[in-house]
């Protein structure tokens, strides 16, 4: 049952997912390239779809990104996507293009669509080839629908380490329409974008063209996915999405159009949630780290400050630790390219006071110890030096995160 929240403009529909948008089906089978967990899924929209996506900037782009950057060029709309999860397809040369291409004919196919109408995805281990015979009976067996199980069952299947699923969905109005936006996302080590580092889908009924979905969706990366780090490490794979079906029957919305910054709200509420459960499920994760930056020279130094200090090893280890240990921020904030005057900081974890105008203040460890047992944890840091404010999210590094890491093939 679906439940409705709301906050300013936009309304949370708890319970809501990528499949709550008019005029969207999602599936996920389990085709074997797994022991036994789900391994391939699919989004589909009653209609095609305009679209936008932004990808890892990691210098070797896997075989499924290749082909979705086509599909996407050929007319800038799509109406499916195809995931696979266990094999990354990347570094597999031309046999891993080959066979991206080929998943994507197959699901055009079994849903009679134009071949350049379906984007491909893939996660998993590097340098491995996919096990197509049994892609392609995962994708003869797909039935997507709109049920609950339906929305679970794709997310289950792009999921790797994950401990979770990941999902949120919020509606706005727009022209005096509901206007539904989903989304899922699968994402918990190599997660340090200079862009999206991860798998993100997000499915909307609005009416917008591609090229300014697009635009809205690099603005809006800049202050939440790009703002997330787990480990300081960045994939070959990974991508963010965004169909736009526009059943919801408003005026095709641009940056001149009165609701637009709706529409930004909109959307940056789904890609902060989905940002936000990336970093909490970070691998072997016990805690949500958010730090906020004020006072820097400009929002893109504060950004920049808040990413340097929660992408800290020290840092992070310390929160693992419950050690209120401030230096290790310190150090952080000094490390940054930022302009920073040394004599003005003042730094808070929680509500608790350690550090003002870069004086120590006298704070209770034992009330700082009982801070850091939650399982998110607020730092706050005021540079003094100018208006520009900034926030990063991030997350502990555990004993587990090595243990998950030093066996991931195995």
């Known amino acids: 049952m679906q439940a409705v929240s709301q906050t300013g403009l936009i309304k949370e529909i708890t319970g809501g997912s990528i499949i709550t948008p008019k005029g969207y089906k999602t599936d996920g089978v389990h085709a074997g390239l797994r022991y036994s967990k789900k391994d391939l899924g699919i989004i589909i929209s009653d209609v095609p779809a305009n679209c936008g996506a932004v990808y890892t900037t990691s210098q070797f782009q896997a075989a499924p990104l290749i082909v979705t950057q086509e599909s996407i060029a050929f007319e800038e709309t799509i109406q499916a996507v195809v995931v696979n999860s266990a094999c990354a397809n990347a570094c597999t040369g031309e046999r891993g293009i080959r066979d991206a291409f080929q998943m994507r004919k197959w699901t055009a196919k079994k849903f009679d669509l134009p071949e350049h109408y379906v984007a491909v995805a893939s996660t998993g281990v ?39 699923m990941k999902n949120c969905c919020y509606s706005a109005k727009i022209d005096g329409k509901t206007v539904v936006m989903g989304g899922a996302a699968k994402g918990s080590g190599m997660i340090h974008p200079n862009m999206a580092t991860m798998l993100g889908f997000i499915t909307t009924d609005a009416n917008i063209e591609s090229k300014h979905l697009l635009a809205a969706l690099r603005e809006v990366t800049d202050t939440t996915f790009n703002q997330i780090t787990v480990d300081g490490d960045t994939s070959t794979n990974d991508m963010v999405l965004v169909m736009a079906n526009g059943l919801s029957g408003n005026t095709s919305l641009t940056p001149d159009h009165p609701d637009w910054d709706v ?15 990336i970093a909490k499920d970070g691998e072997g994760a016990t ?31 310390a929160i693992y630790g419950e050690d209120a240990n401030w230096g290790r921020i310190i150090g952080a904030i000094g490390q940054s390219s930022v302009n920073i005057n040394p004599s003005s900081v003042d730094i808070a974890i929680g509500p608790i006071v350690m550090l ?55």
């Open 126 to 164: 590097i340098g491995e080839y996919l096990a197509m015979d049994k892609v392609d009976t995962g994708i003869q067996n797909f039935q997507p629908g709109i049920e609950p199980a339906h929305s679970d069952a794709f997310q289950t299947a792009i999921l790797t380490t994950d401990l979770v």
């Open 263 to 277: 529409f930004l709200q909109l959307l940056a509420k789904n890609c902060e949630s989905l940002a936000k459960q």
């Open 287 to 317: 805690k949500l780290i958010e730090v906020e930056v004020i006072g820097a020279e400009t929002v893109v130094d504060a950004r920049k400050v808040a990413k340097q200090i929660v992408g800290s090893n020290l840092v992070k280890t």
């Open 356 to 410: 003002k105008n870069s004086v120590p203040q006298a704070f209770s460890e034992e009330q700082a110890s009982e801070y850091l047992k939650n399982k998110i944890i607020h730092i706050f840091v005021d540079l003094n030096n100018g208006k520009g404010n900034g926030k990063a999210w991030g997350c502990d590094l555990s004993y587990d995160y090595v243990k998950i890491n030093a066996s991931y093939r195995t």
